[in-house]
């Protein structure tokens, strides 16, 4: 679909003209990123993150691919293949710092393109399945990581592996034989480091599928916008090159120079200095801590301490583990309901003024404390900082987010982007 | 309308069963329960600094100081290396140190590394060659145990980067050995364990390594450079972040590079932005 507007690819040349009649793979990309595709003309800098994240999901498709040439995943010789990769192999040392902090960029730009949906509402009718992909996509991040932090075979990825796998054994009966079966044994070792490497190197295809995906459910209504207004008319939009390939080149340019800054300056400063100690089954490090991407989420997962008991008695309906898990996955997986939690109809948060509260008083500062007591070790404050921000975070997704589009009295919206941008503008015929 | 009000009925009992068995009660131990106890030995703990001013391979324009790398080699084969090994670390790295390769291959063939006799087949010993790897000083962690009670000395390879500000962590606890104060002890109760000794910026300021730089000149520096123990600490604290990160002032050296492109072809990229959106953004009346 497109607007009537947009441009009509027309090859030029006999060889462009003979490709579109066989396939029309140049037309696909003309429509898709090129000329052919009229996006909102107001675009902010929040838009740039999309875009973005696709570029970190190519540097680690390509960085990795290099690093698994020289890579042998078998637990006696992992950590040692990954010290050769840093000391023998041509830039080895560049391509695995790129790698390694190309994920935590990759979850920068991605936090910064989810938090722009949370905003501007950008999972509303009719975006509801560029959302739901959205969400598929960061899932499959996650597990990509997680299993990604455990192939260097330091203390942090086995202990890691441990606790996370650790979680499925909380499912009542069938945990602690699914928690074996995963593993391929009773501990994290050779059978378990072989399956995350092999699913570390598949699973970043799966998302760039998801991705594809993703892209097409969005070409359907096309971007949203930092106003919420749908696109009327012609005046509302420009197309996508050159408008917006410049745009994203400049931020490309900017996002990169921090990179850059990270990969030769700090490459370690985001790691943690355990995982430079061979992995050993016998010694448990101080603190176990994941990556910082994981940080609010591991606060989750701690906040809940106490069994769910009938009160005085010793019958445990639900033991801590099992709640904590459960909120953790949940927290994550509640965000499939939110175009229908949310049922506003304005969707900029700049037009409305109590959930724009609730925004950035709510849920900006719980999700900071989460991060931070997700790194902390698990004493006070912390754990009760967490159970507080904790119980905030689900009252703002389940209960704040639907009473407050029921009561809010939004402001009035600009009839149009164009009279959002230019300050006045002919309603159409 | 049934999405919302199962939402808000599932996010109401989430954060009950949170307060009433999470929240509640661990704010009551919190709040009026006992303190938690404090281990005697943290009291004695001080952060170290590193070195007076600093390394030379610090910050961003930071670069290797060949000379202070040969004396911590030096350093290191003198002394640390009785217990320490050394195993991701090449004779050839020494290179990068440079030593010429007639030097190198000196170097290799000073030291003995287990070999297989040609003849039999027995475990045998040889001198070094430059593609090999610096030796094991224990055939085992076994072995490496026994003769260090209970403790088995890590490889040194990685240990300026496995510890949090490892090269200053090097240094403070190659000077940080000592006695805790007197005063302080004898009022907490606090004694340093038998066979472990007393060292401040030990994280737990009971470590099982004795002091191994114990008196000033215990090596003879080839370049003449006085062989105090902070010098030698500071000196050998600087080889190790070699040993950690061959790589650290090229990539450095790279990183400006690639800084210097960035910054250029963002600057054209924002400029180009600039000319197409030309006239696009009309100031708002």
Known sequence: MSFAWAKQYEPQSAFTKWLDEKLPLPRLVYNAVGAGYPVPRNLNYMWNFGVLAGFFLMVQIVTGVVLAMHYAANSEVAFGTVEHIMRNVNYGWMLRYAHANGASFFFIVIYLHIFRGFFYSSYKAPREMIWLLGVVIFLLMMATAFMGYVLPWGQMSFWGAQVITGLFSAIPMVGEPLQVWLLGGFAPDNAALNRFFSLHFLLPFVIAGVVILHIWALHIPGSSNPTGVEVKQESDTVPFHPYYTAKDGFGLGVVLILFTALVFFLPNALGHPDNYIEANPLSTPAHIVPEWYFWPFYAILRAFTGDLAIPFTSIVLIPAKLLGVIAMFGSILMWFFLPWLDKSPVRSGHYRPLFRKFFWFGLIPTMAVLFYCGGAPAEEPFVILSQIATAYYFLHFLVILPIVSQIEVPKPLPFSITEAVTGKDKPAE | ?285
């Not at chain 2, 670390?89 to 297989?116: C, H, M």
């Open chain 2, 1 to 285: 309308m049934t999405i919302r009000l199962g939402g808000i009925i599932a996010g109401l009992a989430i954060t009950a069963v949170l307060v009433l068995w999470s929240l509640v009660p661990g704010f009551m131990n919190f709040a009026f329960g006992p303190a938690p106890e404090q281990q005697p030995s943290y009291a004695f703990y001080e952060h170290g600094g590193g070195p007076e001013g600093g390394f030379s391979f610090d910050g961003p324009l930071g670069t290797w100081d060949v000379a202070q790398l040969q004396r911590g080699y030096q350093v290191y084969k003198e002394v640390c290396s009785a217990c320490h090994s050394l195993k991701f670390v090449a004779f050839r790295n020494l290179r990068q140190l440079s030593y010429t390769e007639a030097e190198v291959d000196a170097e290799a063939k000073s030291w003995t590394v287990p070999g297989i006799d040609p003849n039999t087949g027995e475990n045998t010993t040889r001198p070094g060659n430059p593609t090999d790897h610096f030796p094991m000083p224990y055939p085992n962690a076994i072995a490496a145990a026994a003769a260090n009670n209970n403790a088995i000395p890590p490889d040194l390879s990685l240990i300026t980067k496995a510890r949090h500000d490892g090269s200053n962590y090097v240094y403070d606890l190659l000077t940080g050995y000592g006695e805790p104060d007197a005063a302080k002890a004898a009022k907490v109760g606090f004694e340093t364990p038998a066979g472990l000794h007393f060292n401040k910026h030990f994280p737990n300021v009971n470590i099982a390594m004795a002091p191994p730089l114990a008196i000033d000149g215990q090596v003879t520096y080839a370049d003449g450079t006085e062989a105090t123990i902070p010098q030698m600490a500071t000196d050998v604290a600087a080889f190790l972040t070699w040993t950690a990160e061959p790589s650290l002032v090229e990539r450095k050296q790279t990183g400006w590079f690639v800084l210097g492109f960035l910054l250029f072809a963002t600057a054209l990229a924002f400029l180009s932005y600039k000319q197409i959106w030309a006239g696009m953004k009309p100031k708002k009346k």
